[in-house]
């Protein structure tokens, strides 16, 4: 049976079909573009209501979203569970109260880390460091997909690491599914082989 | 009687008593710092309602928050209401799909714009040019608190305005309040007296 959430995702074009550069400087014939999610509020719910399930019953104090795509996500689950949450800010502001995380919050508390997509880890780490030079205390992320680059064992050197999906699991369940066009057919699984050959 | 969400803000810590300096280089006495308001769903989703009791039935297609404060309220506004969100980049990606507005419209919807507080208006105004760069048609503007700095009036020659808010209603309500310190009254007063005479 098709998870619901991925068939969303796919049908509001998260998973994108073509020639893109990545951040890395690679390319790749797949993207992930999660961004588009902050324009369908219900879908917003529906991903941080999947979070929260595979959070279990982790303990946590307040919530931080990685710029900028995770913080509509982190905003929501902070609204269903009433969790105070933190925004570290990208750039430094030069005038009134200068802080790079905003919010209230007290040194050794505990911050779950929320991310979209986890490609090399790199956002997170960047934004988990930012927060513990704040005083906070990050042993947790949650990302929604795992894209499986490397980034998840990257990360989990230090912090333990759960995803609500991964993108083989994501592929093999479009794979099955009759809405998928076959050229996006033939392009997640020549994607597929050439991971596996890896 | 007091309104419960200028105690609320003032509890928080809001409204700051010291010296300040201001993004237009000016100082002052008062400093409003919403950033706060990110750690306190429940308050957040007070703003959000007392916003869209204010918007009473003007209408709109999607919402956009001014970063970074402003952020919240939106994605606030968003799920409560069902109403899509997009997002403005502050700084444009080099990679990937390349677009300074994210999320999902189509030229000639309505966009509200959503910001905290009115000072000189200059990042709405920043924002809302970007968003109608895009596409978007921009006629209302949403803040929670208008500083009262020409922000408002200046913002007033291209769009309609709407603020929850002014500084000076939060400040002839804290005047009359017990919970604020004696010290703190002095300070407004004289803030107070000092506008009076510009």
């Known amino acids: 049976m098709q998870d619901s959430l991925i068939t969303s995702l796919y049908q509001i074009g998260v998973i994108q079909f073509g020639e893109f550069q990545l951040k890395s400087g690679q390319t790749s014939s797949l993207y992930i573009n999660l961004r588009k999610i902050i324009s369908y509020p219900d879908l917003l719910r529906t991903i941080s209501k999947r979070m929260w399930d595979t959070l279990k019953d982790h303990r946590f104090d307040v919530v931080c979203g990685v710029p900028y795509t995770a913080l509509p996500i982190a905003t929501c689950l902070s609204l269903e569970h009433n969790i ?71 990360l989990e050197k230090k912090y333990t690491v759960d995803t609500v999906l991964s993108l083989s699991t994501i592929l093999q369940s479009l794979l099955q599914a009759d809405f998928v066009k076959p050229a996006e057919k033939t392009i997640i699984e020549q994607y597929l082989l050439e991971r596996s050959a890896q």
């Open 84 to 154: 105070p949450m933190v925004m570290r800010r990208k750039e430094k502001k030069d005038y009134g109260t200068k802080q790079s995380v905003e919010g209230v919050f007290t040194p050794g508390q505990q911050c779950l880390v929320i991310e979209d997509v986890i490609t090399t880890g790199g956002s997170i780490i960047e934004t988990a460091e930012e927060l513990e030079k704040s005083g906070l205390n990050i042993s947790h992320v949650i990302a929604l997909i795992d894209r499986e680059q490397g980034g998840k064992q990257n």
